[in-house]
């Protein structure tokens, strides 16, 4: 792939919401979480300039947002929520999640949706194969709409490697599927 991207696997988990408090639920609530294990080429050495992890936040970035869209199985405009998740191997540093996840890789998936005003929230950690993250989510117009305000969390039994990057793009329709908690006036 270009700049560098090298992608040792995709992985993505669903989860459909049927039931809660023993009550059936209406609507559609369905939530993914689509990871990408990815070479970091900073890994092993300190890096003043993270530019190169930058640029391909954005490739991945673009990658992510097919993959989550696809697994989710519903068309970028039901989708109500996202949020996004790095964890870096232990011969990187936290700075190379934030270069992945921060100045580039929205616009892509803000593009594959058609909307997305709202911050993308996110975690980022340093962890080793098997380390579970957990992807906020919250609403793609507004920040503040609680009924979107969850989570989908996701491990790689093999990822990340010393040397890699679990990058995660987070996704969501319906929100929580019982949702009462309302803004204050």
């Not at 992985?11 to 049927?18: A, F, Q």
Request: aromatic share 4%; proline share 7%; glycine share 12%.
């Amino acid at each position: 792939m270009s700049n560098g991207l090298e992608i040792r696997k995709v992985v993505s988990v669903v989860e459909s919401i049927h039931r809660e408090m023993g009550r059936g639920v209406t609507g559609a609530h369905r939530k993914v979480a689509s990871a990408v294990v990815m070479t970091n080429p900073c890994a092993g050495a300190y890096h003043a300039d993270l530019g190169q992890l930058e640029t391909l936040g954005a490739e991945v970035g673009a990658v992510l947002a097919g993959e989550a869209l696809g697994a989710l199985g519903f068309p970028p405009e039901e989708v109500t929520a996202y949020g996004k998740a790095a964890i870096v191997g232990t011969a990187g540093e936290l700075e190379h999640a934030a270069a992945l996840i921060h100045p580039r890789f929205g616009a892509p998936v803000r593009a594959a949706l058609g909307k997305g005003p709202a911050i993308i929230p996110s975690t980022k950690l340093l962890g080793g194969p098997g380390t579970r993250i957990v992807a906020p989510l919250t609403n793609c117009s507004d920040i503040w709409s609680f009924d979107e305000m969850d989570a989908i969390a996701i491990s790689i039994d093999d990822a990340p490697r010393p040397d890699e990057v679990v990058v995660v793009l987070a996704m969501a329709v319906g929100g929580r599927p019982l949702h009462r908690v309302v803004k204050p006036a």
